[in-house]
């Protein structure tokens, strides 16, 4: 797989979760650390404002995707991640790409 090939998987896979019932939003997946190194490189024109949010790391034929999202309350915080995981597992197996290990964290409730 091409770094091509990896970054349209990741943008499916964004596309993906914003389709899930019950998400909100998407946010940049990583610890605060990273997030604070990622809005300096933004600030300093070395990152696309339109680079992903999901975070993707790959080792051999076997990767990891963490996504950060937001889920209005009444669809249920557990069911929605729950969702979530299935659309990214699902993304990864239509592709036959890699296998994958997907983790939600669900880092805003929506009340509304």
């Known amino acids: 797989m091409n ?5 349209e998987l990741v943008e499916g ?3 993906a979760v914003l389709g899930v019932a019950g998400v909100t939003a998407v946010f940049f997946a ?3 650390p990273s997030r604070v190194v990622d809005a300096g490189v933004r600030l300093l024109g070395f990152r696309e404002r339109g680079a992903p949010l999901v975070r993707f790391e790959r080792f051999g034929d076997e990767c990891r995707v963490d996504v950060a999202i ?3 309350a009444a669809a249920g915080v557990v069911d929605t991640a729950l969702r ?3 659309a990214i597992e699902s993304i990864f197996a239509e592709s036959g790409a890699l296998r994958v290990e997907a983790r939600v964290t669900v880092v805003h409730v929506d009340d509304t």
């Open 3 to 7: 770094d091509s090939q990896e970054r």
């Open 13 to 15: 896979v964004e596309a």
């Open 30 to 32: 990583g610890s605060r």
């Open 70 to 72: 937001g889920v209005r």
């Open 84 to 86: 979530v995981r299935a």
